[in-house]
């Protein structure tokens, strides 16, 4: 009975780690841009990941990641903020609809939701502002702003490792 106890708790103890290990903290600024440190970002109410959807469309959100369009790297902005880039992009996020050359500066702060960790995707410091990345309406569809402390307003950063941009480039080489 005590070997089963002690079996059970380890597994318990090795689920919690696996858990805690999907949010990754604040994402890492990529320095190199030959060589950008990706992540998906994965809003915490849904389940569901964002996607570049073209330079004047709304950001989409997805259910597995499974090309590129849901690729994101980040440089500095002014001080304390991020420029957000997509793998499909050469250009900069200046709205949750818009990406141009420029972008703009994001805050990326602790949400305060108490429900879920995470963090909001702000073009403020503001969080109770509706400015933030949200899950529109939760209908698991597109961003769209909100409060920054809104459920649906709070995101993980999961560095990515695979080989999606490899996969893209090969089947798009062999297509043509």
Known sequence: MRKKFTMLFALLLACVGVMKAEVTGLPELTTDPENPIYYTIKNVRGGVFAAFAGQEGKMVLGA???????????????????????????????????????????????????????????????????????????????????DGNDLGSTWEFTKYEGDILTRSLTMSTTEN
């Open 64 to 146: 597995t990641v499974d090309n590129p369009a849901y690729l994101f790297y980040f440089t500095a902005g002014a001080e304390g903020t991020y420029k957000i880039h997509n793998a499909l992009s050469t250009q900069k996020c200046a709205a949750y609809n818009l990406w141009n050359a420029d972008g703009i500066d994001w805050y990326i702060k602790v949400s305060e939701n108490a429900e879920k960790p995470g963090y909001a995707i702000s073009t403020t410091d503001d969080l109770t502002q509706r400015k933030s990345w949200n899950n529109e309406s939760n209908r698991n569809q597109a961003v769209a702003y909100w």
